[in-house]
């Protein structure tokens, strides 16, 4: 015993004069100073210093917006090291596209010196941004700071209280355009006593400008309106008078309407020059369709451009959205040709639509792997009609096949899985008994699928699914969609066994009809919010999903009350010599986005669901329970590892299927802080909690039962850290957690203990999660 402390201790001795050394030999070699040039001086940035008499509300504000406008930008850092300039220098020059080139330009960064530095003219452009934000009386200096050979730049602001906004006065003048930009003045984002911003001003006349589009002014620039301030007023505000600017052209003065539209369904195609028929649909719509393509009634639902009607640029982009939603263009082009009939100005429309090919063929090979160790290759392929029915339907026809075998078991088995689906997709509502409705952003769609799906897994069962569907989509708005699907089919049909499986599967009734042996016929309906899809900038973003799934109520009510069928040997109704699944289960999923600053932002998701079996069914179907845990859900716990309750499964991660590790209750939480370290690097550090419940006692599964009174003592955390490549359209992320508290410990107190430097702890408790995409 004494001899390991000794030896403990040597290595303690060992590693306290090792670390300095490796620290110092790491910073020389990893700054980018040693291998510049004698002259050269690296240019390490630059600090702003306010300095300021008085207390300045927004001061860390003012101290931002200056530091957007210096250039150039340092090499970027880590602590005291560089090592992407070091990356650069290590590299030398290539001479081919190999390794070297690899590591000095798409990793690299060449040395950013001071004679690139034009402090000139970051002076000019720090007073520049004090005027736009207000600071009109503000001044600017600058010293350097040379240490070494390196030299960064102080640049003191001498800030002054800021101005703000005054009166704000209309247009001093009696023409059309005018009065209608004065009649939206009383909605200004100008306000008194705000603080003077060139930004509010800017914003004002794009408002100004999508107002006077929407009264038919279809040639009016925000260019061509013009507040001119005045700083005399005292007090140190800026009142404002709006004018237009002089020399416009004419046609900004006018108000238009539409004038005749013209669809051209078959623009830019091979033989789109030649002569073809035209179809007068109405009074002052006519329709040209060469080759016969579509209906022209389809492409005459999507516009909202109306002859005789004032302008709108909402009836513009509703247009446009409607025509592109339908699927079966390739482009989509509303040109506007202006002339005039008497003392009216019209815009004649020509609708230009640009179809894709009508038949695509598609197909993928892949590799699959899965959280239960088995992998290998897959493939698909799907053929698709893209104007099934000449009136912009989609019809797909898919088909999927693999193969995969277990890795790293103690058993030899695979698993080899076939589907065929078929799905018809029409981009308008289809009601029964005529009814018909439009919807304001994009147009709706109508979806109907089929399919059905066999697995074979040789070490356990066969298994049939047969699935249909009904339903609706549709945007109230470009962040804001809803879904309705009014009939859903699923059957679920157990073949073979392994008699391996027989003693958890055939023996245990219940766990049969909830696995495999069910039958859904019900209703699905969801509602998404994504602040992100709408146009304009934003720091703070929300995303929320609400989804309700209701099944066997018609079916059980029809059977029960109305015909008063008897009951199967189950002791439930059914069909196809089956039993149908009632139940009800809702989920709802809240995000939120908020930007830090250049680079960095913080990601929260709240979920909780609960599932609710009664009437014909005991236990909810298998495949609407929930489970936890893996790359996408509490990271520091395999997938299915997790719950319900405090539930230790008797077998690591959960044997070999984890069937008993689901629930009927969920609730879930995330923070993620979230970094960038270049361009396609990206870190982050998170904190994940949750778990899941059973709603009911089940011997197979104790402590899995909710309890009100304990289940936040039931709750599982974890944390770690993970590095993302993204690419802009790809991204793989790398996540390392660790469990901070697990509920089936049962070690009396609430967190665990955690031994990072204990290589078997590390072993046992350490997780790697390889996923593709952000978790939320």
């Not at 660790?738 to 430097?757: K, Q, S, W």
Request: with cysteine; net charge negative.
């Amino acid at each position: 015993m004494v001899e390991g402390n000794n030896m403990t201790f040597y290595r303690l001795r060992v590693f306290r004069y090792f670390l300095p050394v490796l620290i110092i030999v790491l910073a020389t070699g990893c700054t980018g100073l040693r291998r510049l040039g004698e002259e050269e001086k690296l240019y390490t940035g630059a600090r702003i210093h306010l300095e300021k008499e008085a207390e300045i509300e927004d001061d860390r504000n003012v101290e931002r917006e200056l530091e957007r406008v210096l250039r150039p930008s340092p090499n970027a850092s880590f602590l005291f090291f560089r090592p992407r300039l070091w990356m650069y220098q290590v590299a030398g020059e290539p001479t081919g596209r190999g390794l070297r080139y690899w590591m000095r330009e798409r990793i690299g960064e060449s040395p950013v010196l001071f004679e690139e530095v034009s402090v000139e003219r970051n002076l000019r452009l720090i007073d520049n941004r004090l005027y736009n934000l207000g600071y009109f009386d503000s001044g600017v200096r600058h010293e350097l700071d040379t240490a070494r050979r390196k030299v960064s730049v102080d640049y003191h602001v001498q800030l002054e209280p800021p101005y703000r906004f005054g009166e704000l006065h209309p247009v001093d003048d009696d023409t059309d355009l005018a009065k209608a930009i004065n009649n939206h003045l009383d909605e200004s984002l100008i306000e008194p006593g705000e603080l003077y911003t060139l930004e509010v001003l800017r914003r004002e006349r794009q408002r100004i400008e999508k107002a006077l589009k929407e009264e038919g002014f279809f040639y009016f620039h925000p260019d061509h309106i013009l507040f001119q301030a005045d700083s005399t007023a005292g007090e140190r505000s800026v009142d404002l008078y709006t004018t237009i600017k002089r020399d416009i052209p004419a046609t900004a003065f006018r108000r238009y309407s539409i004038g005749d539209v013209y669809i051209n369904a078959d623009y830019m195609s091979r033989n789109s020059g030649q002569p073809t028929d035209t179809l007068k649909l109405d009074e002052k719509i006519f329709f040209s369709d060469r080759r016969g393509q579509f209906k022209p009634e389809i492409i005459k639902q999507s516009l909202f451009l109306y002859p005789d009607s004032i302008y709108r640029l909402e009836d513009h982009s509703r247009s446009i959205n409607h025509l592109m939603s339908l699927g079966t263009f390739q482009f989509v082009n509303i040109r506007f040709v202006p002339r005039q009939d008497g003392d009216r100005h019209l815009l004649d429309a020509r609708v230009l639509l640009t179809p894709m090919q009508r038949r695509s063929l598609s197909a993928e090979l892949k590799g699959v792997t899965k959280s239960n160790n088995f992998a290998g290759p897959g493939l698909s392929a799907s053929l698709t009609n893209h104007n099934f029915l000449r009136g912009a339907e989609s019809l797909r026809i898919s088909t999927n096949f693999a193969y995969e075998a277990l890795i790293g078991g103690q058993r030899t088995a695979s698993a080899t899985e076939f589907g065929l689906d078929a799905s018809l997709r029409f981009p308008r509502f289809l009601f029964p008994f005529g009814w018909s409705a439009r919807s304001p952003v994009m147009s709706p769609r109508t979806n109907i699928s089929a399919g059905v799906n066999f697995l074979n897994r040789t070490d356990a069962f066969n298994l049939t699914t047969l699935q249909a569907g009904f339903g609706y989509v549709w945007n109230r708005d470009k962040a804001t969609q809803f879904r309705v699907q009014p009939v859903v089919f699923n059957l679920f049909s157990l073949g073979n066994v392994d008699e391996d499986m027989e003693g958890v599967i055939v023996d245990g009734s219940v766990l049969r009809q909830g696995l495999f042996e069910q039958f859904i016929i019900g209703g699905q309906y969801g509602w998404a919010y994504n602040s992100r899809l709408k146009s304009e900038e934003r720091s703070n973003d929300w995303y929320i999903q609400l989804n309700l799934d209701v099944s066997g109520n018609l079916a059980w009510l029809l059977l029960d009350q109305v015909l008063g069928a008897s009951t199967g040997d189950d002791g439930g109704y059914g069909f196809f010599n089956q039993s149908f699944a009632q139940y009800t289960r809702a989920d709802a999923d809240a995000r939120y986005y908020h930007q830090l600053g250049e680079g960095s932002r913080l990601a929260f998701r709240l979920f909780a669901g609960a599932g609710f079996p009664y009437g014909n069914s005991d236990v909810l179907p298998y495949v609407k329970q929930f489970v936890i845990g893996g790359s996408n859900s509490v990271r520091a716990f395999h997938p299915r590892t997790l719950g319900p309750g405090t539930y230790a499964s008797e077998t690591e991660n959960g044997g070999v299927y984890n069937i008993h590790q689901t629930g009927d209750l969920k609730l879930e939480a995330n923070v993620e802080y979230r970094f960038d370290i270049t361009n396609i690097f990206k870190g982050a550090f998170f904190v994940d909690a949750g778990n899941i419940w059973r709603l009911k006692e089940d011997e197979e599964v104790p402590g899995g039962e909710f309890d009100s009174g304990r289940f936040y003592k039931q709750i599982a955390l974890g944390a770690g850290t993970g590095l993302r490549i993204d690419t802009g359209f790809f991204v793989l992320r790398f996540d390392f957690a660790v469990p901070l508290a697990d509920p089936a410990t049962n070690n009396g107190r609430y967190f665990d203990e955690v031994r990072l430097f204990d290589r078997d702890w590390r072993r046992d408790h350490l997780v790697f999660n390889l996923g593709i995409g952000y978790p939320f």
